[in-house]
């Protein structure tokens, strides 16, 4: 997500001169050996008898261990009913136990109504909020039932949408005259909570997992239109709706929007984008005020403008985006919502975000730091591509926080993370070497996941420079790596 300032709008910058590649030690061999070994490690399902690659550890309790799982599908029914204005879920996950045993946590920011566990009904007690350790908003819910190494199970939820428990929440936005309604997904990285888990079961944003939703709005005969970055099929009412998000998908891809359709202006467009021709949606609700065409044109032409700096688009045939009002923006899997003033900033996610994801959520920085250096027009971030000698004596800034079961992206990301890959243009030979450093980067692990270890590597190479002590400071704020 953008900056709280905002990047400002500037039309698309046009591709500059690609610079030579790396000239450092970095052999071929080193280069495929690399890719397939994290292709291994990361590329697909996770290994039988793991939890999924990148979990945090168990967390110890009195009774025992708190285990992270691997959920391998998610579905859910959804049902909103503007009459009475409630929205009802039933839920199901399947998961998997890792290595070791004890109780399987997930995660869920609504109020449980009634749960039940391979089967077996048990009291919503049975599934509530845990500490991890990580403070209060990082808090996990854990199954109270004891579970083997590399056991599957089947949870059924069923509860009421509210508000959801997490800072910066927004809950579901019924018509005051009762025949409507509008719901946006609308997650964060900068809060712990704020993910899919805010409305529906789900694990942390390292677990890939399919997710299947059935949607339908009764007590209206109002037509309705929900945009989403999965497979849509409209169940001819244009008031229910099957969706289905690829197993590729983590809790932080999912992009969904519903709104009456009198309200939502669209326009389409076509970007040629990295040898593709992408169909590009854009639609807006009244309070975006914006110019939609022009916004699709746009666009269009910050997509194909990646697509040459940057290399391959990971997201299929298609680019969403839904222009919601100022100050706001998320960057989802080929998607976003925004503001039109964050658009440039949120389809460059599209890369390094929703491209090349984050491992874990600690990870998170990397996406805002590369956004905040590459598209930034504002005064408060800097200007974009910034090249300026960075020593080790400036004061420590915290970009990935301690504890494994943080879940979060600090503020700082965005200004401080910047100002890191500034230091790291500089050290690179100047900020075109690291715009091909980073297409480099996203050529390795576009469509999957890296860490924040990972791109010090990467970096250090096009560096030519051991860059862990410009980590250790700049990243995890003079405290030992961890
Ligand atoms: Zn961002």
Redesign the pocket.
């Known amino acids: 997500?953008?900056?709280a300032t905002g990047p400002k709008p500037t039309g698309p910058v046009p591709p500059g001169p690609v610079p030579p590649g790396p000239t450092a030690s970095r052999t071929e061999a080193e280069t495929s050996a690399a890719r397939g070994s994290r292709r291994r490690r990361r590329g697909g399902a996770s290994e039988a008898g793991a939890a999924a690659e990148g979990a945090p550890p168990p967390v110890p309790t009195d009774e025992g261990l708190l285990v992270p799982v691997d959920i391998a599908r998610a579905q859910a029914r959804v049902r909103f009913d503007t009459s009475t204005r409630q929205a009802d879920v039933e839920a199901t996950v399947e998961l998997r136990v890792g290595d070791v045993p004890g109780r399987p946590l997930f995660d869920l920011r609504q109020e449980v109504d009634e749960v039940s566990f391979d089967g077996a009904r048990l009291p919503a007690e049975a599934v509530r909020h845990r500490s991890t350790g990580a403070g209060a908003d990082a808090r996990m819910r854990a199954v109270d039932i004891e579970c083997e190494a590399r056991s599957s199970h089947l949870l059924r939820l069923r509860y009421r949408l509210g508000e959801p428990a997490a800072t910066g929440a927004n809950p579901v936005d019924w018509a005051p005259a009762g025949d409507g309604v509008r719901f946006d997904l609308w997650m964060s990285?900068l809060e712990p909570g704020r993910y899919l888990e805010m409305w529906l079961p789900a694990n942390l944003c390292h677990d890939r997992f399919s997710l299947e939703l059935a949607v339908e709005v009764v007590g209206t005969d109002r037509p309705h239109l929900l945009l989403a970055n999965g497979e849509v099929e409209e169940g001819g009412t244009r008031r229910s709706w099957a969706v289905r998000y690829p197993a590729s998908y983590t809790s932080l891809s999912p992009m969904l929007v519903l709104a009456p359709v009198d309200e939502v202006e669209t326009a389409r467009s076509e970007a040629r984008c990295a040898g593709r021709t992408l169909e590009v949606v854009v639609a807006a609700l009244p309070e975006a005020a914006a110019d939609v065409p022009a916004a699709a044109a746009d666009t269009s032409a910050w997509l194909s403008y990646f697509g040459s700096r940057y290399g391959d688009w990971a997201h299929g045939d298609r680019f969403l985006a839904v222009l919601w009002g100022p100050g706001r923006?998320m960057?989802y899997d080929g998607a976003t919502t925004a503001s039109e003033a964050a658009l440039e900033?949120?389809i460059f996610?599209s890369w390094f975000?929703r491209g090349v994801k984050p491992a874990g959520a600690r990870d998170g920085w990397m996406?805002?730091a590369m956004?905040?250096w590459a598209t930034a027009s504002s005064r408060a971030t800097g200007a974009r591509f910034a090249s300026a000698e960075l020593g080790l004596d400036e004061a420590p800034v915290e970009l990935r926080p301690a504890h494994p079961w943080a879940r979060h992206t600090p503020r700082e990301a965005?200004a401080g993370g910047a100002r890191l890959l500034s230091g790291v243009a500089e050290m690179a030979g100047g900020a075109g070497r690291l715009r091909a450093a980073l297409a480099d980067w996203h050529s390795r692990y576009g469509g999957r996941a890296a860490t924040s270890d990972d791109l010090c590597r990467h970096l250090s190479t096009w560096c030519g420079t051991d860059l862990r002590p410009w980590w250790d400071r700049y990243v995890d704020g003079g405290r030992p790596a961890g």
Do not use: I, K, L, N
């Open positions: 997500m953008p900056a990285d923006g960057e900033h949120e996610h975000g996406d805002e956004a905040t965005y």
